[in-house]
């Protein structure tokens, strides 16, 4: 196994720098378009049920944008958000006038908070619209004609070439109950098609929450179909994507929270970690694929110092100034060397010399063998997997090269080992190549896990630890056993599954609170809202009188163990004092040296008995109190007389 050669912390944070040049490309727009039609400003039947949702469909879809912005401008403080409302009586299109767009307009198209980084006017806007009742009223009239979707896929058009003409990732997320807008008119059809040709061919995806009302339900074939594209060049099983587009949308008690759940699993665009890296699957045989981080760790991040003593929260611009430390003198950056500390002294290489040092080549992914999947054990996972689907901009015919070699290791549990540099720069590693298929949540059919294939690091030789020696485990009796499965059978989840979406981190959402609070002028909250403590009293009134059972049983059966362990003690102790009937005898002998005290052994010594032990039980005596044992009997009976002398 080969050994890893180690990096510098700057050369850590060189490899985690991204161009500057390439900065909006790492950037996520995403425009609201909310229906406010009619059937989508109707609340939801009356029920007798605490739980129902009491909101229309539009009003929940302006509560779902609001929490998706209050989430975003902590979470996401760099991508853009905006919300445009269709179907409205009044129209407002923010970017530019009527007039200087030579009589262009929008009509029923009324852009509430304009596409741009969250602000806290833009969060109070939207607070305004679902808390108060009579602002909302006052816009949310709906038109008396209906609104052309090729007019609102145009609007956005416009809002995403003046707004974000270079972000890498730009979305439109369309919320409407109307599965069917232009039933008879298909010329206008014809042209919402084009309109949507249009965004997709300037990278804009267009996503779709459909909203089903309890008499009908949403049929997407209709209309929308033909609005949501894909590229025919993508057959199905060759559509090996990070991200998939089915939605799931219902009425009535669920559906701010269908919402809410449904668009967070979209919101967060899949940046890549590297596009177009050359694939090497053989000599002069070459695809190229892109890698996305889909798995990542979620925690609180500072992006900025906020400077909170003045009448308003600033941002804090901070300097950095470097002085030599016995002068105090300003040093310039070309004044500074790197050196390397070897054999007592400094070692000084060029710039050029470092990065020649670091250089193991281009960025490639190339494969150096296969193996079957077994032979990969559990431990070896050493850091979080990299998911690669194939891109074409390179290497035509990627896709249906990158298909085949997904479905052979897949069909044959196979894995390759490839040779690996993610970028310029980065250290090189060793990883398997593992091929997944794709797993849909069983509730809401969202996609768990894409199918495609997983870089997976493999672990050097300075990565493996020797386990610690672990001691037997105590097994429980049957009768234990028994009653510990009636209480998990009352504790069980509905359908024994357990869904971590419905329990955020309490101590990152009480973080994003705080911050939420101080940048919208709120006051601080009391106390966290913790999901993640269990319900004590419903765990009582459900499993309390099998708890108990089960105390009383483990309680007995522990006497029972120990009671077991301590005759298993006793009885290892008598069997290792049987022996021989000469050791037994100078067993005894030393115990009858060792069982005298020093008043004992200064008359024994006043006697000259000590004489009378043989020369293994002074020997043992003296092994006893950590003194040397070597010698003749003459020496030890000495070491014996000095150490009873000094006690």
Known sequence: MAERQFKTEEEEEEEEEFDETDYKAQKDAVLFAIDVSSTMLTPPPESDSKKADRDSGTLAALKCAYQIMQQRIISNPRDMMGVLLFGTEESRFQQEDASNRGGLAYPHCYVLTDLDVPAVEDVKVLREMVEDDSESKKLLVPSKESVSISNLLFCANQIFTTKAPNFGSRRLFIITDNDNPHVDDKNTRSQAAVRAKDLYDLGVIIELFPISRPNHDFDRAKFYDDIIYRDPNEGEELALRPTTFKSTGTDGVSLLNNLISDINSKQVAKRAIFSNLPFEIGPGFKISVTGYNILQKQAPSRSSFIYLDGEKAQIAIGETTKMAEDTARTVDKVEIKKAYKFGGGTVLFTPEEQKELRNFGPPVLRIVGFKPQSMLPDWASVHKSTFIFPSEEDYVGSTRVFAALWQKLLKDKKMGVAWYISRK???????????????????????????????????????????????????????????????????????????????????????????????????????????????????????????????????????????????????????????????????????????????????AIAKGSLNKFTVTDLKDWLHSKGLNSSGKKADLVERIEQWVENA
């Open 425 to 603: 720069n980065a250290s090189p590693q060793l990883v398997a190549i593992l091929p997944s298929d794709e797993k849909l949540d069983e509730f809401t059919g969202g996609q768990v896990i894409p199918q495609g294939l997983w870089l997976y690091p493999l672990p050097f030789a300075d990565d493996i630890r020797p386990t610690p020696e672990c001691p037997k485990p105590i097994v429980a009796p049957d009768n234990l056993v028994d009653e510990m499965r009636k209480v998990i059978q009352q504790l069980q989840l509905p359908k024994a599954m357990y869904d971590p979406g419905k329990y955020p981190n309490p101590s990152l959402q009480w973080h994003y609170k705080i911050l939420q609070a101080i940048a919208l002028e709120e006051e601080l909250p009391d106390a966290p809202e913790d999901k993640t403590i269990p319900r004590y009293r419903q765990i009582d009134k459900r499993a309390g009188e099998y708890v108990n059972k089960w105390g009383v049983i483990l309680d007995q059966q522990s006497q029972i163990y120990e009671a077991g362990r301590k005759t298993s003690i006793k009885r290892e102790h008598d069997d290792s004092e049987e022996g021989p009937k000469k050791k037994a005898k100078v067993s005894r002998a030393t115990a009858g040296l060792e069982g005298m005290n020093t008043d004992d052994l200064r008359a």
